[in-house]
């Protein structure tokens, strides 16, 4: 919505968790609503929304699909832990350089990037970090990096006639993920999840209701006179958890196996970079199970200060953790469930 008035707004990435929520909640207010995606999707047609298809890393497309647009939405990207390094820069880098080309040929008035707080991840515990927290000077992972890189030309292109601005909520979760929650209970049902570090660390999560009503937020916000163009804001529940006591309460309320497997963070980094170079020379498929980076993000605190989310863009969560979490189990149902192990037999 712009002064008052329904707008038109495309979302790229429409059909993915966080994407679809936003879709949603356009739709819900009035506004009419375009997707881009490389796929096609019956629930957005059946919530009326027009759909494009489409690849970010093909600019005349991207550039076709802006036309007679009021605001973009950019949330598609490509996230991970692991891959070549070039797949993410075109997804991230270029597909968002084409993202801001288009914006530029169409003339639309403004552009909302999901970012993500691990483009500031520099290895060392962050507690209530603010938005003045630097760019680290080396990234161990592409996804941080890449999208650090796309943030960095969003806001740099913020101008008079683009104004733009850029979001980045942490560890969203809730109904719907196909990710997050997922990987830790297919992880859980068979006894891999292994908790790195003494098991105290606090870390922000974000459910996918308000992050998605965050983006509404800042593209209103969003005005020549506002100090939100061209500025980037964290966003969370404002209720850093401890992660593995979390965690444990999740898997036990869906009946999965408590976690058994415990690891210094040193040695598992270490770990970690042999599994990488194993993976990496032998060029074997899928992932490591662990990675320097990712032992880092499982073991130390992550957790910002979302005090210029609430000035700036009237921000606040309508979910306490608590209601988040019990709204997530209760659309997992049963079909997370699985009976606990049973202890084998003393011999």
């Keep these: 919505m712009t002064n008052g008035r329904t707008c038109h707004a495309l979302v790229t990435g429409g059909g993915g968790f966080l994407g679809r929520y936003i879709v949603e909640q356009l739709i819900e207010r009035g506004d009419t609503v375009t997707t881009f995606s490389r796929s096609n999707y019956p629930e957005l047609d059946a919530l009326g929304a027009d759909q494009v298809r489409g690849d970010l890393r093909d600019r005349d497309a991207v550039i076709a699909a802006c036309r007679?647009?009021?605001?973009?939405?950019?949330?598609?990207?490509?996230?991970?832990l692991w891959g070549p390094r070039e797949d993410f820069y075109e997804a991230n880098v270029t597909g968002t350089e084409n993202v801001i080309a288009?914006?530029?040929?169409?003339?639309?008035?403004?552009?909302?990037?999901?970012?993500?707080?691990?483009?500031?991840?520099?290895?060392?515990?962050?507690?209530?970090?603010?938005?003045?927290?630097?760019?680290?000077?080396?990234y161990e992972s592409p996804y941080p990096e890449t999208k650090a890189i796309g943030e960095q030309a969003v806001l740099a292109a913020n101008c008079a006639e683009l104004l733009t601005v850029s979001l980045r909520p942490h560890l969203i979760f809730g109904p719907r993920d196909s990710h997050l929650l997922p990987s830790l209970i297919a992880r859980a049902k068979h006894g891999r999840i292994l908790q790195v570090?003494?098991?105290?660390?606090?870390?922000?999560?974000?459910?996918?209701?308000?992050?998605?009503?965050?983006?509404?937020?800042?593209?209103?916000?969003?005005?020549?006179?506002?100090?939100?163009?061209?500025?980037?804001?964290?966003?969370?529940?404002?209720?850093?958890?401890?992660?593995?006591?979390?965690?444990?309460?999740?898997?036990?309320?869906?009946?999965?196996?408590a976690i058994r497997l415990r690891i210094p963070l040193r040695p598992a980094r270490s770990v970690g970079a042999i599994l990488a170079g194993l993976y990496r020379g032998l060029k074997l498929r899928g992932e490591p199970p662990l990675t320097p980076f990712l032992a880092s993000e499982l073991a130390q605190n992550h957790y910002y200060d979302i005090t210029r989310a609430k000035r700036d863009l009237g921000y606040r969560p309508r979910f306490t953790m608590a209601e988040a979490t019990d709204k997530t189990i209760a659309a997992l149902g049963t079909t997370a469930r699985v009976p606990a192990p049973r202890p084998a037999p003393h011999r």
């Design 102 to 138: 288009a914006c530029r040929t169409n003339c639309v008035r403004k552009l909302v990037y999901t970012s993500s707080p691990s483009v500031i991840f520099d290895g060392t515990d962050q507690r209530g970090v603010d938005e003045g927290y630097p760019y680290p000077g080396a």
């Design 197 to 257: 570090g003494d098991g105290t660390n606090r870390v922000d999560l974000t459910y996918v209701e308000d992050a998605a009503r965050a983006h509404l937020l800042a593209a209103d916000a969003l005005t020549p006179d506002s100090p939100v163009a061209g500025r980037a804001y964290f966003i969370s529940q404002d209720e850093p958890v401890v992660l593995w006591s979390w965690i444990g309460d999740f898997l036990a309320r869906l009946d999965l196996p």
């Design 68 to 80: 007679d647009v009021d605001v973009v939405y950019h949330v598609a990207a490509k996230a991970g």
